[in-house]
């Protein structure tokens, strides 16, 4: 990425009725994207698939909801409402925008970082034929209370979960999920990956590198505008379903049917799913990029 000083760009203005307008639509879209989620939280019950979107990823549906026009926009006669007061907003006259300069100024090393990584990843070849063998890593040869979905059986007993891991070779270049390996699966991953080495190895067929993109969206808000980050969010959650498919456990109390990645047909949806999700990964990685690339100060 060029971090040489680039041109300011005159804002772009719009008016209040214009832009309450796509704040509401937004904030539908929210709504009815998190509904479930966030009425079985009200009753206390827990979901192994979507939980996952509001707890590894920290934002809240509340969050989400807010809508942001990203850099560059000019909401004319927000000066007088909350808006006005969030962070990394400033006022212009009777309007508001996001203060580019504050945001770069505070987050500037992790908008650099987030640069390089979606960069970096973008421009590899999607690596496919994992088929998500990271979820079976995580319960090789677990001991009773150490599976991380405690809540869910597993679909085969632990002894063929088991051999289906030593028939596969694993090859997880994602740290995140890594990390998360039984003790006795970690020397069985083709690769070591580390948080240093995370822009090394990431690639746009690893699922979870494309729930993530999903994250990167949140981390670079409110320069980002909402429906690049709810498209990323639509992304993360269809991701989601497949890899808990594919994983060991027994979703049927869930009406989720499994992806037998220990079977050829299964292998084979898998892959499919897997590509499909590695392109559309990379066409939001490419418009986050877009975003981050059109700030007007240095990103060091």
Not at 32 to 47: C, E, F, K, L
Not at 143 to 152: L, S, T
Not at 202 to 219: F, I, N, R, S
Request: aromatic fraction near 8%; charge should be negative.
């Amino acid at each position: 990425m060029n971090a040489a000083i680039r041109p300011s760009k005159m804002p772009t203005l719009m008016g209040l009725e214009a832009w309450s307008a796509l704040e509401a639509a937004h904030q539908e879209r929210v709504d009815a994207a998190t509904a479930d989620h966030r009425s079985r939280r009200g009753q206390g019950v827990p979901h192994p698939i979507e939980d996952f979107l509001f707890s590894y990823y920290s934002t809240k549906p509340s969050q989400l909801r807010r809508w942001h026009p990203g850099a560059g926009v000019r909401l004319e006669g927000a000066s007088v409402l909350d808006r006005a007061s969030w962070k990394h907003y400033g006022v212009v006259g009777d309007a508001v925008e996001v203060d580019v300069d504050a945001f770069v100024a505070a987050r500037g090393r992790a908008v650099e970082f987030i640069g390089r990584l979606l960069a970096a990843t973008a421009a590899r070849p999607a690596r496919l034929g994992c088929f998500g063998l990271h979820e079976w890593a995580m319960v090789y040869r677990a001991h009773e209370g150490d599976v991380r979905h405690e809540q869910v059986p597993l679909r085969l007993s632990q002894i063929e979960t088991d051999e289906v891991v030593e028939r596969h070779q694993i090859t997880c270049s994602h740290f995140d999920a890594f990390r998360f390996f039984t003790p006795e699966a970690l020397s069985r991953n083709a690769i070591q990956p580390t948080r240093e080495s995370q822009v090394e190895l990431e690639q746009p067929g690893c699922l979870h590198a494309g729930m993530d993109v999903y994250k990167w969206a949140t981390k670079l808000t409110p320069i980002v505008p909402s429906d690049l980050t709810m498209d990323c969010f639509d992304l993360a959650k269809e991701i989601r379903l497949l890899d808990m498919q594919a994983s060991p456990y027994d979703l049927s109390d869930y009406d989720v049917e499994p992806v037998r990645i220990e079977t050829a047909a299964g292998k084979a949806a898998y892959l499919e799913r897997q590509r499909a999700f590695a392109e559309r990964s990379n066409d939001l990685r490419q418009r986050l990029l877009d975003v981050v690339e059109s700030l007007p100060a240095p990103l060091a």
